[in-house]
């Protein structure tokens, strides 16, 4: 049975249509790639323990996080061995299209087959990657592919899964584990984590034609996604690689600066934070650690503003929310804290988040969802932990959701569920 025929419940049909002006969620951490979201419509202070299911959608697996625009959720999963991207109706569940990315690769680890990057969507487009490094653009209304790009076939980005004792394989985090790092758009750019040592680390292609720009860098690739903004008066995209830190010219390519980073297994997941001049990153490893980037006559320099050697993160991204930087870390990796983000101090402690958690800021509260599917409403304050309700309508899912105008889209490695958090 393939994903058109697969059963779906549409409890409830909205009569709302979504836009980008109604607060979208169109890529990895939302709008901004922040993780963060004001929404001026809802006043987000308590959730129901059970929040209406306004559909739900059967799935395979993977750990690929859903993204929407334009009234079309896309998602990707596991289905008949291969990694599927799907285009369904935000309002309804209802499946439009279906495309394959790439062949489903057998993992030995926790964390269980499938997909693992999350689709970028881009005025008409969507862009997906696949675990072993095929990335396509489609278009979001119909799903037909664009243009194509293979790491390893155009790039010598070799795909080696977790199984090959190849002792090249223990160089790079993405090429063993699964391509992770989800891409982004600046301008007419789509900027591509392909992680080759000798083909370009980071590569700019025109986003419409597939039209390779540039190419920078000779890392190979952890998990981390890319993120672009401006630090020190100039725009710039800074990727965490396997070996490093880097900021790279949006405009031609040319890497500003590199702080190098080593980590055991090469396991750099958090997306990096940029605020200001700054740049935050952590992993389970070094801590968390933020970097003051400057220049002076075309001379780039990092200096670290400070460090918290105590936070330590395995896979969860932090977001900034005004003087306060939330995360996930600590003693048993799994706490949620709030850090100074003018001196890393922690200022408090939550406990008891499973294995993982996503973060999603909305407005001055913080959802979080952890790896067992239990979703915890938390105020974004530094004064203390405080936690406004629960709810628990998914099983385990490493995914992030996709939030959207009081409504949460959360995946897990069954289902895709719609739910309404506010009314």
């Not at 003693?331 to 709030?338: E, F, H, I, R, V």
């Amino acid at each position: 049975m393939n994903s058109l025929q697969r059963p779906f419940v549409a409890l409830v049909i909205l009569s709302q249509t979504f836009s980008l002006a109604a607060a979208d969620w169109p890529q990895w951490r939302g709008p901004e790639r922040s993780g963060s979201i004001k929404d001026g419509q809802v006043k987000l202070d308590k959730i129901p323990a059970e929040p209406k299911v306004l559909w739900e959608a059967q799935v395979g697996p993977g750990q690929s996080s859903p993204v929407l625009a334009k009234g079309i959720l896309v998602y990707m999963d596991g289905l008949d061995g291969q990694e599927t991207a799907h285009g369904l109706d935000a309002a309804t569940g209802k499946p439009l299209w279906k495309v394959v990315v790439g062949p489903m690769v057998e993992f030995q680890n926790a964390y269980g087959e499938g997909p693992r990057c999350t689709p970028l969507i881009d005025d008409d487009r969507v862009y997906v990657q696949s675990c072993g490094g095929e990335f396509k653009c489609l278009s979001l209304k119909e799903g037909k592919v664009l243009w194509s790009v293979s790491f390893e076939k155009q790039y010598e980005a070799v795909w080696y899964g977790n199984k090959n004792p190849d002792p090249a394989s223990k160089e790079t985090a993405s090429r063993r584990h699964g391509n992770n790092g989800s891409a982004v758009v600046d301008g007419d750019r789509v900027l591509v984590p392909v992680g080759s040592p000798t083909k370009g680390t980071l590569v700019a292609f025109d986003k419409k034609t597939g039209n390779q720009l540039w190419a920078a860098g000779s890392d190979n690739t952890a998990y981390s996604s890319v993120v672009v903004g401006t630090l020190a008066g100039l725009r710039q995209a800074v990727h965490f690689t396997a070996d490093a830190l880097m900021g790279v010219s949006v405009a031609d390519g040319k890497v500003l600066w590199r702080e190098p980073l080593k980590t055991g297994a090469k396991r750099h997941v958090a997306t990096p934070v940029i605020d200001g001049d700054t740049v935050t990153v952590a992993s389970t490893s070094i801590g968390t650690i933020r970097f003051r980037v400057s220049q002076a006559a075309g001379a780039w320099k990092t200096e670290r503003a400070w460090e918290n050697t105590n936070v330590k993160t395995v896979i969860s991204s932090g977001i900034q929310m005004g003087k306060n930087f939330f995360t996930i870390g600590s003693g048993s990796k799994c706490d949620l804290l709030c850090l100074d983000a003018e001196t890393g101090a922690e200022k408090w402690k939550g406990t008891g988040f499973g294995d993982y958690a996503s973060i999603t800021g909305v407005n001055d509260s913080l959802l979080v969802l952890d790896s067992t599917g239990e979703l915890r409403l938390v105020r974004a304050s530094s004064a203390n932990y405080e936690e406004l309700g629960r709810a628990h309508f998914v099983g385990k899912t490493w995914a992030s959701p996709a939030y959207s105008d009081g409504k949460l889209f959360v995946k897990d490695g069954t289902k895709l569920v719609a739910v309404q958090l506010v009314p």
